[in-house]
């Protein structure tokens, strides 16, 4: 098998030089400010070895790809209810999309989708108040990645509170199906601000090693979640994490993987490695376009996809 070091090294070096870098989101004004030149790689093995490439220590606003902690959060505090309130089947349709919700009775059709995302956010809110909550899943994603500086962006869930119409309109269809406890204002507040958390590479790598591992931390042998319930997340990753370019990602990468606007994807190579990359250019899913490439590299030449 090839190093793991020459491989990050010449991933960088091939994704520095590509000239097709996607476009950078825009619909959130603040997110247009992303340098679309940038790439970061991180891989952190069983061993607890992180192995690095391009830009992986810069921080950048993670968005969906908190959709993953907020679901952990969820599952731990009301378990298989969740999915009274949240499906669990691909959407094909993009992340923002509201045409399901009506014949599926405001029951969004899977946590990662925007609908199902706030769902999930209403679910860890009740009984809380919005500031607890998000200092509950900023506090989780510090303890997974054993890293005290991890933040929100404020210009960016501002940015987003002024221009998330979509999202109004997605929260208050559910809430007149009931399908959110909480007022609308407050869940959409703590989901626009745990879009905006910012975290580097090596940092989500680091939060997602418990999904690689059985929902263990491989180095200090702690159970963040229990084997089943890590398997399960890593199946809505894997089928629902790049919305209607789920099929594409499971095709060319092979494994679960969960994406954002700001261009970062975490992946989950199963009992070998968590991966975080980062390039803020998207395709036309609104999935990283060099983040992809970069991961269908990795696994390749890894030997790494979960079919083999
Ligand atoms: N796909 C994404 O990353 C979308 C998240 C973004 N905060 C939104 O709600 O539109």
Same mark, same amino acid.
């Given at each position: 098998?090839? %190093? $793991?070091?020459?491989?990050?090294? %010449?991933?960088?070096? &091939?994704? *520095?030089?590509?000239?097709?870098?996607g %476009?950078?989101?825009?619909?959130?004004?603040?997110?247009?400010?992303?340098?679309?030149?940038?790439?970061?790689?991180?891989?952190?093995?069983? &061993?607890?070895?992180?192995? !690095?490439?391009?830009?992986?220590?810069?921080?950048?606003?993670?968005?969906?790809?908190?959709?993953?902690? #907020?679901?952990? $959060?969820?599952?731990?505090?009301?378990?298989? *209810?969740?999915?009274?309130?949240v499906? @669990?089947?691909?959407?094909?349709?993009?992340?923002?999309?509201?045409?399901?919700? %009506?014949?599926?009775?405001?029951?969004?059709?899977?946590?990662?989708?925007?609908?199902?995302?706030?769902?999930?956010?209403?679910?860890?809110?009740?009984?809380?108040?919005?500031?607890? #909550?998000?200092?509950?899943?900023?506090?989780?994603?510090?303890?997974?990645?054993?890293?005290?500086?991890?933040?929100?962006?404020?210009?960016?869930?501002?940015?987003?509170?002024? !221009?998330?119409?979509?999202?109004?309109a997605?929260?208050?269809?559910?809430?007149?199906?009931?399908? $959110?406890?909480?007022?609308?204002?407050?869940?959409?507040?703590?989901?626009?601000?745990?879009?905006?958390? !910012?975290?580097?590479? *090596?940092?989500?790598?680091?939060?997602?090693?418990?999904?690689?591992? /059985?929902?263990? /931390?491989?180095?200090?042998?702690?159970?963040?979640?229990?084997?089943? @319930?890590?398997? *399960?997340?890593?199946?809505?990753?894997?089928?629902?994490?790049?919305?209607?370019?789920?099929?594409?990602?499971?095709?060319?990468?092979?494994?679960?993987?969960?994406?954002?606007?700001?261009?970062?994807?975490?992946?989950?190579?199963?009992?070998?490695?968590?991966?975080?990359?980062?390039?803020?250019? $998207?395709d036309?899913?609104?999935?990283?376009h060099?983040?992809?490439?970069?991961?269908?590299?990795?696994?390749? @030449?890894?030997?790494w996809?979960?079919?083999?």
């Amino acid at each position: 098998m090839p %190093e $793991l070091e020459a491989v990050i090294r %010449e991933i960088a070096e &091939e994704m *520095r030089a590509r000239p097709d870098r996607g %476009e950078v989101a825009s619909y959130i004004p603040e997110l247009a400010r992303a340098d679309a030149n940038a790439f970061g790689i991180a891989v952190v093995d069983r &061993e607890g070895r992180v192995v !690095t490439g391009g830009d992986a220590e810069v921080a950048f606003s993670i968005q969906s790809v908190s959709k993953v902690f #907020t679901l952990t $959060l969820a599952l731990g505090k009301i378990g298989d *209810r969740l999915w009274r309130r949240v499906g @669990r089947e691909p959407s094909g349709s993009p992340f923002n999309s509201i045409v399901q919700l %009506e014949n599926e009775h405001g029951i969004p059709r899977n946590p990662f989708i925007n609908a199902g995302a706030i769902a999930v956010t209403d679910v860890i809110l009740s009984g809380h108040q919005p500031r607890d #909550t998000l200092g509950e899943i900023l506090r989780f994603l510090q303890f997974l990645a054993e890293d005290p500086a991890i933040g929100i962006d404020e210009a960016v869930a501002a940015s987003e509170q002024r !221009t998330g119409f979509r999202n109004r309109a997605l929260a208050n269809y559910m809430k007149s199906f009931d399908v $959110l406890e909480n007022p609308v204002d407050y869940t959409l507040g703590v989901y626009f601000h745990h879009c905006a958390i !910012t975290m580097s590479c *090596r940092q989500l790598a680091m939060a997602g090693r418990f999904l690689a591992h /059985n929902g263990r /931390n491989p180095t200090t042998g702690f159970s963040v979640v229990s084997p089943e @319930r890590a398997r *399960r997340i890593n199946a809505i990753m894997l089928t629902c994490g790049h919305y209607d370019g789920s099929g594409e990602f499971a095709y060319r990468v092979g494994l679960p993987g969960k994406s954002g606007v700001g261009g970062g994807i975490l992946a989950v190579a199963p009992g070998k490695a968590s991966i975080a990359v980062w390039s803020p250019g $998207l395709d036309a899913s609104g999935n990283s376009h060099l983040g992809r490439i970069a991961l269908e590299r990795l696994t390749q @030449r890894m030997g790494w996809s979960i079919f083999g």
